[in-house]
C-alpha cells in the first residue's frame, strides 16, 4: 500500500467517525427529545439516535431469537388498517453480530449495534474508495472525493444507523474486489454472508458471476479455459455454489421452524408487501413518502436506462437486481436506502459533479441535502423507513 493511500483511507476513517457526531450535532438542534432512550431513561443518549424503526427488529431477533411458528398467520399479514409482523422477514446474519458482541464484551444491544456501526461503515467507505481505484480505475485523489461524495449523499446516513446497509455492502464491494484480484476462494466466502444478511444478497451473486466471466476474458475464452487437466479453473467456478448452499441450509432451518423453506418471503405481507410487477408498485398509495420514492425511483430507473452503454453487463445487472427485486415486492417502501448500495451509480454522480475547484462546494451542497433528509429521521417521519 503506497504511502498516498495509507493517508487517503485514515483519513476516512476519521471523517467516518466525525460524521457520526456531527449528525448528533445536528439533532441537538433539531430536537433533544428525538434521541431519548425510549425504553427506559429520560436521558438523551448519543448512541440511540442511531437506533430507529427496523432497528428494534433487529434487537429482537438478536436478543429473542427466531421464534418457533405453529400458525401461518404468525408469520405476517395486512388487511386494511391491521396487520401483523414478526421477526421472520428480517434476515440473521446482522442479529448474529449483534448478539455475538454483547455476549462477548457483556454489552446490551444499543452499544454492541453502535460500535458494529462504526466498523462496518468505515469499512463500507474504505471498499468504496478501493472499488473507486480498482474496478474503475481513478486516481488516489478522485478515489478520496468521489468516497467523500459517497458519504455525503442524501440517504447515505443509513449507513450509520442500526441497519444492514453497511455490512451488505462490505460484502458485496469486497466480494467485487475479490474478483478483481482473481481471490476466488475469497469470493466464495464471502457470498456466503452476503446472501444471509439480505433477501437480495442471493441475487447479486448473479451479477458477481457475470463479472467473474468478464475478468477471465468473456464466456467463449472462460470455456476454452475449462480444461480437463484444469482443475484450479473449475474450482474457481465452484466457489460461486457456496451461496446457494447457505441460503438452502438457511431454508431449511425456516422449514423446521415455521413449516416454510421461505418464511421471510411470506413474512413479507406484515408490511404490506406481495409479489407483483415491478412496475405496478409505483403509486400504489397517495401518502407522500410513496409518491416522492415513486419518482425518485423512477428517475433514478431512467437515468440507469441512458448509463446502459457506459458500465459493463455485470454492473448493469447489479443496478437492476438492486431496483426491481424491491419493487417486485409491490412496494417502493425504503427504495432511496436500497438504491444507496448500488455503487456504480454513486461512481458515476461522482465523476459528472466532481470536479476541479469545485469539489468543495458540490460536497457541501450535497451534505445539506443528506442533513435534510436525516432531519426526517430524528423526528420520526415515516419517509425514513
Not at 10 to 23: E, Q
Not at 257 to 262: A, E, L, N, R, V
Not at 359 to 380: A, M
Request: glycine share 4%; hydrophobic share 50%; net charge positive.
Amino acid at each position: 500500500m503506497n504511502s498516498e493511500r495509507r493517508k487517503n483511507i485514515i483519513y476516512l476513517i476519521f471523517t467516518s467517525i466525525a460524521i457520526k457526531f456531527i449528525y448528533f450535532l445536528f439533532a441537538v438542534l433539531i430536537s433533544k427529545s428525538s434521541f431519548r432512550n425510549q425504553s427506559s431513561s429520560n436521558e438523551i443518549s448519543f448512541i440511540h439516535l442511531f437506533k430507529k424503526n427496523d432497528s428494534y427488529w433487529y434487537q429482537k431477533a438478536a436478543e429473542t431469537g427466531y421464534p418457533k411458528i405453529t400458525n401461518p398467520l404468525d408469520l405476517g399479514w395486512s388487511k386494511g388498517e391491521h396487520f401483523k409482523q414478526s421477526v421472520w422477514a428480517h434476515f440473521p446474519l446482522y442479529p448474529i453480530s449483534i448478539r455475538l458482541l454483547e455476549k462477548s464484551m457483556g454489552l446490551d444491544f444499543s452499544q454492541s449495534a453502535f460500535i458494529l456501526s462504526l466498523i462496518f461503515s468505515t469499512l463500507s467507505f474504505i471498499a468504496f474508495y478501493l472499488i473507486c481505484i480498482n474496478l474503475f480505475k481513478r486516481t488516489e485523489k478522485e478515489s478520496l472525493f468521489f468516497t467523500l461524495f459517497f458519504i455525503l449523499f442524501p440517504f447515505h446516513y443509513y449507513y450509520s444507523m442500526y441497519y444492514t446497509e453497511a455490512l451488505f455492502f462490505i460484502l458485496l464491494a469486497f466480494s467485487f474486489l475479490s474478483i478483481y484480484y482473481k481471490k476466488y476462494w475469497l469470493t466464495g466466502l464471502l457470498i456466503i454472508p452476503l446472501s444471509l444478511v439480505r433477501p437480495n444478497g442471493i441475487a447479486c451473486v448473479l451479477p458477481l458471476f457475470i463479472y467473474y466471466i468478464e475478468i477471465e476474458g468473456g464466456f467463449k475464452e472462460l470455456i476454452l479455459q475449462l480444461k480437463p487437466k484444469n482443475w484450479k479453473k473449475y474450482l474457481s467456478v465452484l466457489w460461486f455454489i457456496t451461496a446457494p448452499i447457505a441460503l438452502g441450509i438457511y431454508c431449511l432451518y425456516q422449514k423446521q421452524m415455521t413449516d416454510h423453506y421461505f418464511a421471510f418471503v411470506k413474512a413479507q405481507a406484515g408490511w404490506y408487501k406481495e409479489f407483483m410487477f415491478p412496475l405496478l408498485a409505483l403509486f400504489r398509495r397517495s401518502d407522500f413518502t410513496t409518491q416522492f420514492n415513486s419518482i425518485y425511483t423512477i428517475l433514478i430507473m431512467l437515468i440507469c436506462i441512458g448509463l446502459w452503454k457506459k458500465f459493463p453487463l455485470s454492473l448493469n445487472l447489479l443496478i437492476w437486481i438492486s431496483i426491481l427485486l424491491p419493487m417486485a415486492s409491490g412496494s417502493v417502501a425504503c427504495m432511496p436506502r436500497y438504491i444507496s448500495v448500488v455503487f456504480p451509480l454513486s461512481v458515476y454522480f461522482a465523476s459528472v459533479l466532481i470536479k476541479p475547484k469545485r469539489q468543495f462546494v458540490v460536497l457541501s451542497i450535497v451534505f445539506i441535502l443528506q442533513l435534510l433528509t436525516f432531519y426526517t429521521w430524528v423526528i420520526d417521519h415515516p419517509f425514513s423507513l
